[in-house]
């Protein structure tokens, strides 16, 4: 579901970061493959210097399908960056890769809280965050922050998943998977 970013696969990546429905709503906004190897070579080395932790979305097979980053890390907080292919929009990805990348962030990193960061235009991303359960409207818990994020001309609605409410919200629902299973 998740691997370490590779170069190699930045050319199949890049042609599904440039569909219309995905471009607009990118943090890393190349308009080449050369362009977008050179970013993410960038964004390796952010990781090996501690700013950024990114990962690459892979389907049942290994095809990279879209990448989950965390961005502007500090004091154990950051703000999550996912974007997945057009052709694997809408079929649980987004939910798994979450998933796995939060448990990454909070029990192998340490992290305390992961902001996001949705364009008030971005509908579907703003849907998809709010069916997650351990994600809470972040604009009035963090107002300077909210004031922050939106001090220039593109607006954004503000969430944010805490690590007790992450841990609390998965442990019960690993327990009633493993109720039904017996």
């Known amino acids: 579901m998740l691997k370490q970013r ?22 890393q906004k ?6 977008y190897l050179f970013m993410t070579k960038q964004l390796i080395e952010e990781e090996q210097n501690g ?3 990114s990962r690459t979305i892979v389907d049942e097979w290994g095809a990279p399908i879209g990448t ?18 057009k052709p694997y929009q809408g079929v649980g990805y987004n939910q798994k890769a979450k998933l796995a990348f939060l448990n990454e962030l909070f029990f192998d990193y ?11 235009e971005n509908g579907r991303s703003q849907a ?5 359960p351990y994600v809470i409207d972040a604009e009035l818990t963090n107002p ?23 841990y609390l919200t998965t442990a019960n629902t690993q327990e009633e998977a493993e109720e039904q299973a017996m």
């Open 110 to 120: 340490d992290f305390h809280t992961v902001f996001l960061r949705v364009r008030e």
């Open 144 to 166: 300077l922050l909210f004031e922050e994020i939106n001090q220039g001309a593109t607006k954004f609605r503000l969430f944010k998943i805490p690590k007790d409410l992450f």
């Open 30 to 35: 190349a308009t080449s493959a050369e362009e």
């Open 51 to 53: 700013q950024t932790i």
């Open 128 to 132: 998809a965050a709010l069916k997650l």
């Open 6 to 27: 590779e170069l190699h696969e930045t050319a199949e990546l890049y042609e599904l970061l440039r569909h219309p429905s995905v471009f607009p709503y990118v943090r």
């Open 68 to 85: 989950i980053s965390i961005f502007d890390i500090q004091d154990g907080a950051g703000f999550l960056g996912t974007w997945i292919g």
